[in-house]
């Protein structure tokens, strides 16, 4: 049921749900209610996971086959906080990877992170990664002006923390917003972007060079309908 919500997790965050002409991905809410036709976007990269080096386990930083690494943070991250995200290997020695995380522990260096994806190549003393954390995870109502990318739509009210359905295509209802600043209501046929000034709602987007009054740059969709009501 593409508009249940549960308690439990019972599918890997990010599954794919194609139901006719329209299409979700199974994600988890964050610690704020969501309510129906808001767009939802992911949580924004933390700059203290991002371009980190590597240590030493046994010798090495990491041999293929191996599903441990020690990352060097900024700063401690929570207990399995990055759980069914990724490992990107960013820069130096085998740069190019990208490997799914099981789990990780709550200590910034050396961060201890067990991957579900074995590294297929070795990493070395000149590795960069990044940590990201499962884009469907703790999503949020998008921010005005969003701060992350956006995902998708709540096709229903959902509790905080709860599991559901993200609506990512097919025809949606969306919030429409249009009265804060240089927010324009969405036209029938024409782009439909993220409110810079209204948070969880769409917009009229801008021409792709920027002379629009309302300059929004995320792109959900298209508008097949449109009223005077928000």
Request: overall charge negative; proline content about 5%; hydrophobic content about 40%.
């Amino acid at each position: 049921d593409p508009y249940a919500e549960t308690a439990a997790q019972f599918y890997p965050l990010g599954t794919k749900l194609t139901i006719g002409d329209k299409t979700f991905r199974y994600a988890k809410n964050g610690s704020s209610t969501l309510g129906v036709g808001e767009i939802v976007q992911a949580l924004t990269e933390v700059a203290n996971d991002s371009d980190r080096g590597t240590n030493q386990i046994d010798s090495a930083y990491g041999a293929i086959g191996d599903t441990v690494v020690s990352v060097a943070l900024g700063g401690a991250p929570g207990l399995n906080y990055f759980t069914e995200g990724y490992l990107t290997v960013i820069d130096g020695t085998c740069e190019g990877q990208v490997l799914k995380i099981a789990s990780n522990v709550a200590v910034d260096d050396p961060c201890l992170v067990t991957l579900l994806d074995p590294l297929h190549r070795a990493l070395a003393a000149s590795s960069k990664v990044t940590l990201i954390a499962n884009p469907y995870t703790a999503v949020v109502k998008a921010t005005a002006p969003a701060n992350g990318a956006p995902l998708g739509v709540a096709p229903n009210a959902v509790t905080a923390d709860y599991y559901f359905w993200l609506q990512t295509g097919g025809p949606a209802p969306v919030k429409q917003g249009g009265s804060v600043g240089t927010d324009t209501a969405p036209a029938i046929g024409l782009a439909v972007g993220v409110s810079a000034g209204e948070a969880g709602q769409g917009v009229k987007a801008v021409s792709t060079d920027g002379t629009a009054a309302n300059n929004n740059s995320q792109i959900i969709g298209y508008c097949l309908s449109s009223s005077a009501t928000d």
